[in-house]
């Protein structure tokens, strides 16, 4: 059981908006501490999506945003695609811990 | 832009030694962590710990604190990931993941990934 924790499953239509949740606590998320976002497409290595809660690396799709608020963050994918279809997991640092840890992972359907 | 190149895919048998390397290449700087990154069969990521290979510091999650020894060599930019005594618990794909300024910052770049295998 992840410190981080994110729905098992979202889906939606292609061109739909879907946001996937993180929730955490006091001591990570809440704790002002930066939340990063990752894609894995089935057989592959993550990829970073966002860092520092709402900022895109170079070559990542506008389609995709982060926002933070209080104890939760959030991953907004917008005009839902086939190639979307991939799991997602949150990381943040926690303080109690003393490390960093990834959210429990959600995996996107397209319908 | 930035590269990681694992070791290949191990098969072990319980109680054998094992260590695992990580590559890296295309950064001028030595400001820079590595770290590992555990996916078990059909699960999610697992933060194991990480590396700052300019003086070898490390940070290990607890849950990994004393099952396996994070190293590297500054030298040829090369981290390892090691086990002394291996289970078929540890069967597993790890990754290597370089985060550019920070212990708790994003993992900018991901290596392929080494698939282990533990079994009798």
């Known amino acids: 059981q992840s410190v981080l924790t994110q729905p098992p499953s979202v889906s939606g239509a292609p061109g739909q908006r879907v946001t996937i949740s993180c929730t955490g606590s006091?001591?990570?998320?809440?704790?002002?501490?930066?939340v990063h976002w990752y894609q894995q497409l089935p057989g592959t290595a993550p990829k970073l999506l966002i860092y520092g809660n709402n900022n895109r690396p170079s070559g990542v799709s506008g389609r995709f945003s982060g926002s933070k608020s209080g104890t939760s963050a959030s991953l907004a994918i917008t005009g839902l695609q086939a190639e979307d279809e991939a799991d997602y997991y949150c990381?943040?640092?926690?303080?109690?811990?003393?490390?960093?840890?990834f959210g429990g992972g959600t995996k996107l359907t397209v319908l | 832009e930035v590269q990681l190149v694992q070791s290949g895919a191990e098969v072990k048998k319980p109680g054998e030694s094992l260590k695992i390397s990580c590559e890296s290449s295309?950064?001028?700087?030595?400001?820079?962590?590595i770290g590992w990154v555990r996916q078990m069969p059909g699960k999610g990521l697992e933060w194991m710990g990480i590396?700052?290979?300019?003086?070898?510091?490390?940070i290990y999650s607890p849950s990994f604190q004393g099952l396996v020894t994070i190293s590297a060599d500054r030298s040829t930019r090369t981290a390892y990931l090691q086990w002394t005594s291996l289970k078929a618990s540890d069967t597993a794909m790890y990754y290597c993941g370089f985060a550019a300024y920070s212990s708790i910052g994003s993992f900018d770049y991901w290596g392929q990934g080494t698939l282990v295998t533990v079994s009798p």
């Open positions: 990381q943040s640092y926690d303080r109690s811990l003393s490390a960093s840890v």
């Open positions: 295309g950064h001028s700087s030595t400001t820079y962590w």
């Open positions: 590396i700052y290979p300019g003086d070898s510091d490390t």
């Open positions: 006091s001591s990570n998320i809440g704790a002002n501490y930066d």
